[in-house]
C-alpha cells in the first residue's frame, strides 16, 4: 500500500505551481499593481516571471504573502462575476 498525499479538494491552490500564481496575479494586476501590494524589489524593478521565482523559492514570508494575494484575487473574481443561471441566486 503506498502513502499517497491526501487529496485536497477545497484548497485553491492545491495542484498549482508557484509559476502560475505569480503568471496569474501578472496577468491580473499587472507588474505595477503587483508590486504596490506586495512590495519587493523583484515585483517593483525590472519584473519578469524567473526573477520573482528565485526570491520566492527562497523567501518564505514572500511566498506566503504571493499565495494569500492570489486567493484574495479568486474570492475577488467570484464576487464580481455576474451571476449564471443556475447559480441559486
Known amino acids: 500500500m503506498t502513502d499517497s ?47 520573482s521565482l528565485k526570491f520566492l523559492r527562497k523567501t518564505p514570508w514572500a511566498r506566503e504573502k504571493v499565495e494569500s494575494l492570489y486567493l484574495f484575487m479568486l474570492r475577488d473574481i467570484r464576487r464580481n462575476r455576474p451571476a449564471e443561471p443556475g447559480d441559486g441566486q
Do not use: K, M
Not at 12 to 36: K, M, N, Q, R, S
Open 5 to 51: 498525499p491526501p487529496a485536497q479538494p477545497r484548497n485553491p491552490l492545491h495542484g498549482l505551481t508557484l509559476e502560475a500564481i505569480v503568471t496569474a496575479l501578472a496577468d491580473h494586476y499587472g507588474w505595477e499593481g503587483l508590486g504596490e501590494r506586495i512590495p519587493v524589489r523583484c515585483f517593483t524593478h525590472d519584473p519578469s516571471v524567473g526573477s
